[in-house]
C-alpha cells in the first residue's frame, strides 16, 4: 500500500455498545468478521485495535458506549472518502443485525503529528481519551506544554471535515489521545470537558497481513 507523504493521516473513533445478551456473538462477530473486512474494503484503512472502557470515571461522565475500534487511515482526499468510504467493487459487509445497539458512532479526527501505524500495537498499554469542546488551539484553560509530558505518548487531534455521511455529529472538536501503561496515573487533565480509559481486547491489526 502506498504510503506516501502525500497521504494525510486520520484517526477514525468508532464507538460500540453490544445487544443485551449478544456480547460474546457481537466480540466475536467484530474480531472474526467486521475488522478484517473494513480493513480489506475500507478506503484508507489500515490499521485497527479494539478496547473496552474502563468504567473508573476520569473527568466528567463515563460515555454511553462499551467499546471503541481505533482504525489508522491514511488518504489523500478526505472529501472523497467522506461521500465513498468503501473501494470500488466491495462486497456487502457481514451484517450485524441483532449484535450492536443503535446508538453507534463513529468520528474521525486528524493528529498533529503523524503517528506511525502500529504504534498502539502493544498489548499492555491503555488509552485515553481526553475531549474538549472546542479546538484545542482555542482553548486557554488547556495547557498544550503538559500534553506531551515524558512518559505518556500523546497524540493532539482536531475534528476532520468532513465527517461521513449519516454520522451523529461530534459534540467535541478537540481530543488528545494518550496511550498509557496500566499503572501509569493519569496525565494534567485541566480544561478538558470529559475523559475515558480504555483497556485493549486485541492485538494491532494491519490490513497488509
Known sequence: MDLSVNMQQHFFLAFTNPSAGREADFNEWYDSCHVGEVLRYGRGFIGCQRFRLSEEPVTGSLPPW???????????????FAERPWIAGAPR???FQGLLEDDHVGWVFTPEDTPQPGSRALQPFQLLLAWSIGRLVDNPD?????????????????????????QQDSPWAGLVIYELAPQEG????????????????????RSDV
Open 66 to 80: 462499551q467499546y471503541l475500534a481505533l482504525y489508522d487511515i491514511r488518504c489523500e482526499d478526505l472529501t472523497a
Open 186 to 205: 493519569n496525565p494534567p487533565l485541566a480544561g478538558f470537558d470529559s475523559a475515558w480509559r480504555f483497556t485493549p481486547i486485541s492485538p494491532y491489526m
Open 93 to 95: 459487509l457481514t451484517p
Open 142 to 166: 488547556i495547557d498544550r506544554a503538559s500534553i506531551g509530558r515524558r512518559g505518556a505518548a500523546a497524540h493532539p487531534c482536531e475534528l476532520a471535515s468532513p465527517q461521513r455521511r449519516a
